[in-house]
């Protein structure tokens, strides 16, 4: 075992102090621990529908039943355009990203005090926590993608080279969800009013992000301030690697990307400045 | 000279406890701040207090060694576990660990009802740090020893929760730290899966594991560590040999006033009528001991003090394990024996009949109250002693009496007897 070897150097294996630096960040212990960051993973997407008449279709029922919603109020009744996309494609393909990120935000925010039990009882990197519940519905957002295959055959729309950079836009939509979900998930640790917040913030945030409308909607002098919501980097990009019918405004992806970084760095060094009074407050 | 296993240096623990109302919610938080901001006070008046939870605690434990740490509640015991497991921060000090780790504060930590017990295994060992590997290889054996295989798939919210913490110990039973913290967990579950913890116990100790364990239960900690370091206030006030440890915590003949009494008869102890100063104990032959064998007679000597003359006065003497349970009385009222009159300082002496109590320890309350039960002058606790036998333990009951036993035939024989006797005329 290694771990035996490094002790037999007569090395501290392990020194335990008040932390001093703002940036001890400890990301190594995070990627030591990365086979309980799986289980945990494994875990939230076993539970998640168990006990349930019909399981795992809701994974699919949730996005398609919104889509459908939409479709019939924004695009029948306010007549809203669609960029010359079919509405249902159109919705459907924001919806993708949106239905992750709410409900990766929603576990996110509650995972550490959901995880009371695990935090007073043993140590491991806390990040974890935070990490897996918002990588689990991944899984869904999977499922969602394929549905939405189905429906680009159906309206008979045909995949672009931009394809192959969805994943980058994915990987941008799970950062903001971690980015938001770090800060949430530490405040409510303290302050449970978190978690009356976030269902309502997500409501809000919904409507500030071109989810049933297209971001041509937006008055250009908005623009800017506009994509200083990273969901509109993140629909945006969704909707030209599907649909690919109209180049992304790099502006906005630029903004939207930098704000996610800055929140990032920032939800993690303020997680870990809380994280040490976890087990004394939860 | 054996290798350190854990060094601690000065480590220290503080905690702030908010002294008027609590600022949880986000709106406390900011009418507290506003408040302080407007009031160049407002802090100080608020001032929240704090206290050190551990305070310059340093000890260093070698490996192999098996190591209580005993005090009484809110000596620190928890807190410096939950450092040393690295679960909390210290405020201030350090302290080094040279080796695996492995703490088991609970068992069964993260444990999902709605898993299956199959399931909960991987989970439960990823959490305590069992690699995947590791548990692959012990999987077989960790529901060998959990005795539930033929449940192993169901949910674990189904399991009755003898199952559950047979389940729960048998993952952490195949963690192999080298160095293991233990905080009360064993004292779950029957007789047969006690024998299975204190077995693996004693495999760690064979293979040079270092143990701290963290207990009320002085008879556990007597029979497992040879070292003890008790804690009083958050300070180190003993470290040595678990014997004088032990001693020194149980108290010499103290006694502290029972906390209902105090609501019933006065918070000052010093103010009640009777008090009882200290509280001793003796073989039959009057040698001064705390641990006797099942069956031997003890001696209680009770010294008392009287501030106010108290007539007709019953003394009561009950002995409560460990546990709680309440497991004997004796009192003059109905011991027939008649105490004159308290008018000065004195002393009275209870000799028990053989003590047929299985082996645990014993703490002694003391009680004055009239013949009559009404009144309470003092309600008391007092030192503990331990009862020792090799079999007997808390499995087999409160008391173990002999019973009398018949072969089949001589039982027939004996109804019949007492059939006819009974009944026919």
Not at chain 1, 226 to 253: C, H, Q, T
Request: aromatic share 12%; charged share 20%.
């Amino acid at each position: 075992m290694e771990l035996t070897a490094e002790t037999g150097f007569k090395k501290p294996f392990k020194i335990i102090e008040p932390r001093k630096g703002l940036f001890q960040l400890e990301l190594g212990g995070v990627w030591q621990s990365r086979e309980l960051l799986y289980f945990l993973i494994w875990r939230d997407v076993l539970t998640r529908y168990k006990q349930t008449a019909i399981g795992a279709a809701w994974v699919v029922l949730q996005p398609l039943i919104t889509m459908i919603l939409f479709t019939l109020v924004f695009s029948r009744l306010a007549k809203i355009p669609s960029d010359g996309i079919p509405y249902p494609v159109f919705a459907f393909t924001a919806l993708l990203p949106w239905s992750y990120f709410a409900q990766a935000l929603a576990r996110t925010s509650s995972s550490v005090v959901g995880s009371a039990n695990l935090v007073t009882k043993i140590y491991f990197p806390r990040l974890l926590i935070p990490l897996a519940a918002s990588l689990a519905p991944v899984v869904d957002l999977i499922f969602s993608f394929l549905i939405l295959l189905v429906l680009m055959a159906w309206f008979k729309i045909v995949p672009t080279w931009g394809l192959l950079a969805l994943p980058l836009f994915l990987g941008l939509t799970i950062m903001t969800a971690l980015a938001v979900g770090l800060w949430s998930s530490a405040l409510n640790v303290k302050y449970r009013d978190v978690g009356s917040i976030i269902p309502f913030l997500t409501q809000i945030w919904m409507y500030a992000s071109p989810i049933a409308y297209p971001v041509s909607l937006v008055p250009e002098k908005w623009r800017l301030l506009y994509s200083l919501n990273p969901m509109v980097g993140v629909i945006e990009g969704f909707r030209w690697a599907l649909l690919g019918n109209k180049s992304p405004d790099f502006m906005v992806m630029i903004v939207s990307a930098t704000v996610v970084a800055f929140l990032l760095v920032g939800g993690i060094v303020y997680f870990k400045k809380m994280e040490q009074s976890f087990a004394d407050v939860i | 000279m054996s290798e350190i296993a854990i060094r601690v240096e000065n480590l220290s623990k503080k905690y702030t406890i908010p002294a008027t109302q609590r600022h949880d919610t986000l709106c406390d938080q900011l009418s507290y701040r506003l408040k302080s901001v407007f009031h160049r006070n407002g802090r100080a008046e608020c001032g929240d207090k704090t206290f050190w939870a551990l305070k310059d605690v340093s000890f260093e434990i070698k490996e192999g060694e098996i190591v209580g740490i005993i005090g009484h509640n809110g000596a620190g015991k928890s807190t410096l576990l939950k450092i040393l497991s690295q679960i909390t921060l210290p405020t201030q000090g350090r302290s080094e660990i040279y080796g695996r780790v492995g703490s088991l504060l609970e068992v069964g930590t993260g444990f999902h009802p709605e898993l299956t017990g199959r399931e909960n295994i991987f989970l439960n060992g990823a959490i305590i740090g069992m690699t995947k590997a590791e548990i692959n290889l012990h999987f077989d054996a960790i529901v060998d020893f959990s005795e539930v295989e033929q449940f192993i798939d169901m949910p674990v919210k189904r399991y009755s929760s003898g199952m559950y913490v047979k389940l729960a110990f048998a993952v952490s039973a195949h963690l192999k730290p080298e160095i293991l913290m233990i905080d009360e967990v064993l004292s779950v579950g029957d007789l047969q899966f006690q024998r299975k913890c204190m077995a693996y116990i004693e495999e760690l100790r064979k293979s040079n594991s270092t143990i701290l364990f963290v207990s009320h239960n002085m008879f556990a900690v007597k029979a497992m560590c040879n070292r003890v370091i008790l804690l009083s206030e958050g300070k180190i006030c003993f470290d040595g040999s678990a014997e004088d440890g032990i001693k020194l915590y149980e108290g010499p003949s103290k006694t502290s006033a029972l906390p209902w009494a105090q609501n019933a008869i006065g918070a000052d102890p010093s103010q009640w009528d009777v008090f009882i100063e200290n509280v001793e104990t003796f073989d039959e032959t009057g040698m001064q001991r705390d641990l006797f064998n099942y069956g031997e007679r003890i001696r209680i000597r009770l010294g008392y003090t009287v501030r106010k003359i108290v007539s007709n006065p019953n003394f009561l003497v009950s002995f409560i394990r460990s546990d709680d349970v309440a497991c004997c009385n004796y009192n003059t009222a109905m011991d027939g024996f008649s105490v004159p009159s308290l008018e000065t300082d004195g002393m009275i002496e209870l000799l028990t009949p053989p003590l047929n109590l299985v082996s645990e320890s014993y703490k002694i309350f003391v009680l004055v109250r009239d013949a009559k039960f009404e009144n309470l002058y003092c309600a008391q606790v007092g030192k503990t002693f331990h009862v020792r036998h090799d079999v007997l333990n808390t499995h087999f009951g409160v008391f173990h009496e002999q019973g009398e036993w018949f072969l089949p035939n001589e039982v027939v024989d004996h109804k019949a007897f007492n059939f006819t006797g009974g009944l026919l005329p």
